[in-house]
């Protein structure tokens, strides 16, 4: 998947820009503030319909502005497709693919992967982050995942309002536990498998940036088993039937569902140790961005075509080494990059294209 042209009118700090970017590495250039960030974003709401910012729609407006406008014209496995997304403070959002309305749905449509700053703490963060990091690659790739776990958080939510008012010795608590179950085993599954499909990519992509040979595992962590993450679907469903039931008192006591995949996790070893406890923090960055270049490779595999690849001033946080040897690899992956820098000199050569930005506006280099 390669973007041909972008515009942007009225977004965030953004007049209007007309942009031809490189099928391959694009830096996008500027001092803080100036509106790189904003430029990304504008690719991600062409993309996904909604920020990677806490913002709604009309605080996306540029100031004093009542709409914005974002056209993208991108190719898919030889067919191209013409996006709009259009925003007004009176008559909402409006998308259309080829000139014609639409919604928005994951086939044939514009897919980034977003890499931030943020992200770096993917490994030694939270469970939560991991969490979403696995359900946002499989829902990208699969519209059944996204099904699935729609089903199951809005069937959280419901059981979860029972706990909290002390209703669990009706058929309503039972039904909703069984239908928490069916849909969690599809979600813990499909993770169960994605992870396993992650480590041989994790581990050659963390060899070819920091050259150490170190053993890398990745496991996936049942919230409601101790067991190994390799469990077959009717096992899974058992267990967690049976870890509820146990847990009834307790989710009564705190009046809210303990365990299934919203409370799941997965592990990186290095050498047999958790990084996220013993690894140092290069170490744990590199496997960050390991992470990330892997899910592009799986995004490939599943889907025959990479996505575009947002990078949000990550080499800002990165040393010298691993800095370039991420460089080199972008430059050599065969897909298309948005990177945001302050400097220009980061890449050289002709495989790419340079876009200074300053105050919102965007003009590309000679």
């Keep these: 998947m390669k973007i041909d042209a972008v515009e942007i009118n009225n977004f965030r700090n953004l007049s209007r820009v007309l942009m031809h970017p490189a099928p391959g590495v694009n830096l996008l250039v500027g001092k803080n503030a100036q509106g790189k960030t904003n430029f990304l974003e504008a690719l991600y709401v062409l993309a996904n319909g909604a920020s990677f910012r806490p913002a709604r729609d009309r605080d996306l407006v540029q100031v004093g502005q009542a709409s914005y406008l974002l056209r993208g014209r991108y190719r898919v496995v030889e067919k191209d497709f013409n996006l709009t997304v259009e925003f007004s403070c009176k008559r909402g959002k409006i998308i259309r693919v080829n000139d014609k309305r639409s919604v928005f749905h994951r086939q044939n449509r514009l897919q980034v992967l977003l890499f931030t700053p943020d992200d770096l703490y993917l490994v030694k963060g939270p469970p939560e982050r991991r969490r979403s990091f696995l359900d946002l690659i499989l829902s990208q790739v699969s519209a059944e995942y996204e099904h699935h776990l729609n089903r199951f958080t809005g069937t959280l939510s419901r059981r979860n309002n029972l706990l909290k008012k002390q209703q669990v010795k009706g058929k309503d608590f ?23 499909r992650l480590e041989t990519e994790v581990a050659s992509l963390y060899h070819r940036l920091t050259g150490e040979q170190s053993e890398i595992k990745i496991r996936y962590a049942l919230s409601f088993s101790p067991k190994a993450g390799m469990a077959s679907a009717p096992t899974i469903s058992d267990l967690l039937r049976q870890a509820l039931e146990a847990a009834r008192e307790q989710e009564l006591n705190r009046r809210t569902t303990l365990l299934g995949p919203h409370r799941d996790d997965f592990n990186i070893y290095l050498q047999g140790s958790n990084a996220k406890t013993y690894g140092s923090q290069g170490q744990q960055r590199s496997l960050a961005v390991a992470l990330k270049l892997a899910t592009m490779s799986l995004f490939k595999s599943l889907k025959g075509y990479f996505p575009v690849f947002l990078l949000d001033e990550v080499l800002a946080e990165l040393d010298e080494q691993r800095r370039r040897l991420l460089l080199d690899h972008l430059c050599g992956a065969g897909f298309q990059a948005f990177l945001s820098t302050v400097d220009s000199s980061v890449l050289t050569g002709d495989r790419h294209k340079i876009f200074f930005i300053s105050g919102g506006s965007i003009t590309e280099e000679g």
């Design 174 to 196: 039972q039904l909703l536990t069984d239908m928490l179950v069916q849909s969690a085993v599809p979600l813990v599954s499909a993770r169960i498998n994605l992870v396993n």
